[in-house]
């Protein structure tokens, strides 16, 4: 390794910045999962009836099933029965109607990690629901959303409160037998958000949630659900730092997104899960089902998303385009550093005719860091003019690390257009003295780049997030220098 | 200005410069010639902290500065600067971008503030004018794509964006037709000003025709040879470089011990 290479991984290596552990007593279950499990997880919700019939269908499929192999990526095997399916803070019963009821020391978890809840709300109306371990403990500006008849609430309250919004779109577009981890995820999830918008409302404001891990061994197992009736437009941002840990931590989300005719959903996400030491020790398992249903005309999907933590990210956002003239969109970064390894793209499933797709796809790599591309795009026999456009970029820092890109394509109609660029990159020593002979610091160089190199996909996000992300690009590259 | 004294430097434990001696004052335009592989670029990259080389002896002062003691970054910042015998492309960041960082850096490690946009707009268009470079160029990806004389005239753009102290030209005119090296001598001759120095490294003699300096240096392996005035630059031309290869293998204890 030259000493230039040395530098370029010295810089982008960083101690984890969220890594602190806050101390609230869990009500954790014991590891394990069996049946008893789930019905003690559905108890401990207070699920109606058709929620444990539900989860239990889930868990019995997922017996049936066994983990997939397919993916770039390389750990050793998970041990299913070693992992605790439910942590919960303590007295949740209780949960706060405001953030004076809140745990001050929950607060102050935010405050570390930079995002001070009060400052949020007052910043752009921005409605926050955050989900610490599993259960949610704060849920601001409900009365506002209500007004216009918006819900946007913790998935548990919504099976309670909304049953027949839940029973009618729960497993709509992810099936319980979709796959192994949507299936673990149906059987134990734990919370997450439910959102929706009725016909014609434009959601006043941006709904963001933040979910921690905060218990070892701890399995963090989110729902959400989000649905926008007709002509309805959401924008919705979800982002996660986890504190430091020594053991791996699953993390099996299901996301499912329903737009109906002409409704748009716009969902980001910035992840920052902890990605293990410099030798990978320690990440967490991201294993996440991501999934958008445009049902009616005209509908559309934006999938955006940041991804620069996790030792482990497997990871699809994808878009079913039923309706005609619908569109489907995915902008992605995934950074990944030390020995932390993505396997991240998406799937664009044409089926209503004049249907489009747009893919911009940004893989950067440092250290070791092994980043996959994984895309799909289907074009199924009856869907005329479908049209595609993907682009698929990799950055390389250092010549240790890896970029992959396998772009699938399944035509079936000969009217469909489907154009696929891509580039590779290498920043090398070359370019950063050459920044840093006009006068530029290592690290700004660096970012300059980057950021750069992410500015179709920055621009897709709301305004607060793109601070956001490349801030959190920042992090990941300060202070490496000495 | 500069003041360079016997400085040896190895690549990868093979000698390169064997005993530099050079003094640069304030206002002066030196050119250093010599054939390819003679060390012209080591000079320069080590003069602006490239890593991999090794410095085994010597020194160079800077103002009132240990050069070699401060970062690439430093030295660029006390207004040293290099164009590129082989500018780099970064893509995905704009010209305007990285010439706004630079020129910002600057300004902060001057205690200035950053230009406004009007300000900067307004810079940016009369340097524009000085290389004959269109507004386009601005905002294409740094280097990327552009053919051999734009990167060239890019160089000389960014020099005259950054008002340094001492420019140090790598062979600027390697690859440039008439036209194109007239109006990068043109761009270069108008930065010829006040106390800046220049310190034009060249394989050919032609450049010196458009720019004329003060002092004629030849290098040949490692060693300067010959030093003069503008006139060495002719007989050079004449005579060839082996001519004065031969004087430097006969004359190889000549330079400072
Ligand atoms: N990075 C390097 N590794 C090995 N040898 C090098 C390196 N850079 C330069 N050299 C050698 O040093 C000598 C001088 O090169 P250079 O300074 O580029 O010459 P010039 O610019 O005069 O053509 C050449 O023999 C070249 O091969
Ligand atoms: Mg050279």
Known sequence: ?482 | MLSISDLMVEVGGKPILKGINLNIAAGEVHAIMGPNGSGKSTLANVLAGREGYDVMRGSVTYGDHDLLALTPEERAREGLFLAFQYPVEIPGVTNVYLIKEAVNAQRKHRGESELDAIDFLKLVRQKLQLVEMKEEFLHRPVNHGFSGGEKKRNEIFQMAMIEPRLAILDETDSGLDIDALKVVASGVNAMRQGDRSILLVTHYQRLLDYIEPDHVHVLADGRFVKSGDKHLARELEEHGYGWLEEQADSGAGQSAA
Not at chain 1, 262 to 287: H, L, M
């Open chain 1, 1 to 482: 390794m030259s000493s230039a290479t040395a530098e370029i991984s010295a810089l982008v290596d960083r101690e984890y910045k969220e890594g602190f552990v806050t101390d609230i007593e869990s009500d954790t279950l014991p590891p394990g999962l069996d049946e008893q499990v789930v019905r003690a997880i559905s108890a401990k919700k207070n699920d109606p009836p058709f929620m444990l019939e539900w989860r239990l269908e889930a868990f019995r499929r997922w017996q049936a099933m066994v983990e997939p192999s397919w993916a770039h990526v390389d750990y050793p095997p998970i041990d299913f029965q070693a992992i605790s399916y439910y942590s919960a803070p303590r007295s949740p019963e209780d949960a706060p109607k405001s953030l004076d009821e809140v745990d001050p020391k929950l607060l102050e978890t935010y405050e570390k990690l930079g995002i001070p809840l009060q400052e949020q709300k007052a910043l752009a109306g921005v409605a926050v629901d955050a989900v610490f371990d599993s259960v949610s403990v704060a849920t601001t500006f409900k009365a506002n959303l209500a007004e216009v008849g918006v819900i946007f609430c913790p998935f548990s309250e919504a099976v309670r409160d909304h049953p027949d919004l839940v029973k009618k779109y729960l497993g709509a577009v992810v099936p319980q037998g979709d796959n192994y981890y949507a299936a673990l995820n149906s059987a134990v999830f734990s919370d997450g958000s439910f959102v929706y918008v009725p016909k014609g409302v434009r959601c006043p404001m941006e709904l963001s949630t933040y979910f921690r891990i905060n218990a070892m061994n701890t399995g963090q197992f989110e729902r959400t659900l989000i649905v926008a009736d007709e002509g309805s437009y959401v924008s919705y941002l979800e982002g996660c730092t986890a504190p430091m840990r020594d053991e791996n931590q699953l993390h099996a989300a299901v996301v499912e997104l329903v737009a109906m005719e002409g409704a748009q959903i716009k969902y980001s996400t910035v992840q920052n899960w902890y990605p293990g030491d410099a030798e990978g020790r320690g990440g967490i398992y991201n294993f996440v089902t991501k999934r958008g249903a445009c049902r009616g005309k005209r509908a559309k999907i934006s999938w955006t998303q940041v991804e620069t933590g996790s030792a482990i990210t497997w990871k699809y956002p994808s878009v079913l385009l039923e309706g005609d003239e619908s569109i489907g969109e995915f902008y992605s970064v995934a950074l990944t550093n030390n020995r932390q390894q993505a396997d991240t793209g998406t799937k664009m499933v044409h089926i209503g005719s004049n249907t489009s797709s747009t893919i911009i796809s940004k893989g950067i790599s440092a250290g070791r860091g092994q980043n996959t591309y994984r895309g799909l795009v289907k074009i199924i026999k009856g869907a005329e003019g479908a049209r595609n456009y993907s682009q698929c970029d990799s950055l390389l820092m250092g010549d240790q690390c890896g970029a992959h890109t396998y772009p699938y394509l399944e035509v079936k109609n000969p009217t469909a257009i489907v154009e696929h660029e891509a580039t590779t990159t290498k920043i090398g020593e070359d370019q950063l003295f050459y920044c840093r002979q006009r006068g530029l610091s290592e690290e700004d160089a660096i970012s300059m780049i980057v950021n750069g190199f992410c500015k179709e996909v920055f621009r897709e996000l709301p305004m607060e997030f793109a601070v956001e992300a490349q801030k959190l690009l920042g992090i990941s590259l300060e202070g490496a220098v000495g």
